[in-house]
């Protein structure tokens, strides 16, 4: 199965910041990488598919990029709203994986 | 808009079985395929496997092959899934949810104890 490593694990940020959360998969994905947010309680929410494409309904201060083995999810000023836990997840390849996730934080 | 309605917790024993359902609404039930994904604290999100809503074709993690069995129910479109010969690693929330991930079920959370 190909590894999905994310990297923070936990990101500490306030409201106006920008962000990044980074996702390595354990070889090539052919950008077939989801973002997606979950809050307590919650299920996840698909916010990023296929690298950098834009869910329905999703703000636009989401983006993602990447290539090959390595992806990144941003957020260009992040809003109350947006603290939660972020996945990475590969289906390029079966069975799909996630990566651990990132814990995103108020400061 | 597409909605999942999943059922609700469940309490098992060990060596038992459990069948979770989702309840697919707002769209034709065979236009998407079913995915199914196990979160527990310790290992994080994983993925089961998925069912073909049409045909009822289905494709397992080698994981959860013999662990997980799912089926469909078109006249009601609801989507299954069978946990059997449980241990308490199987407690966990179990997600469905749509194949391309843009819409998931609430959860149902399955807890194996004596």
């Known amino acids: 199965d190909i590894q999905m490593t994310q990297s923070p694990s936990l990101l500490s940020a306030s409201v106006g910041d920008r962000v990044t959360i980074n996702c390595k998969a354990s070889q090539n994905i052919n950008k077939y990488l989801n973002w997606y947010q979950q809050k307590l309680g919650e299920a996840p929410k698909l916010l990023i598919y296929n690298t950098n494409n834009l869910q329905t309904g999703i703000p636009s201060r989401f983006s993602g990029s990447g290539s090959g083995t390595d992806y990144t999810l941003t957020i260009s000023s992040l809003q109350p709203e947006d603290f939660g836990t972020y996945f990475c997840f590969q289906h390029n390849s079966w069975p799909g994986t996630f990566g651990g996730g990132t814990k995103l934080e108020l400061k | 808009q597409v909605q999942l309605q999943q059922s609700g917790a469940e309490l098992a024993k060990p060596g038992s079985s459990v069948k979770i359902s989702c309840k697919a609404s707002?769209?034709?039930?065979?236009?998407?395929?079913i995915s199914w994904i196990k979160q527990t604290t310790g290992q994080g999100l994983e993925y089961i496997g998925y069912i073909n809503t049409g045909s009822g074709g289905t494709n397992y993690n080698e994981k959860f092959k013999g662990k997980a069995t799912l089926t469909v129910d078109k006249s009601s479109s609801t989507a299954f899934m069978q946990l059997s010969s449980l241990t308490p690693d199987d407690s966990a929330v179990y997600y469905c949810?749509?194949?391309?991930?843009?819409?998931w079920g609430q959860g149902a959370s399955v807890t194996v104890s004596s």
């Open positions: 707002g769209y034709t039930f065979t236009s998407y395929y």
């Open positions: 949810a749509t194949f391309k991930g843009d819409a």
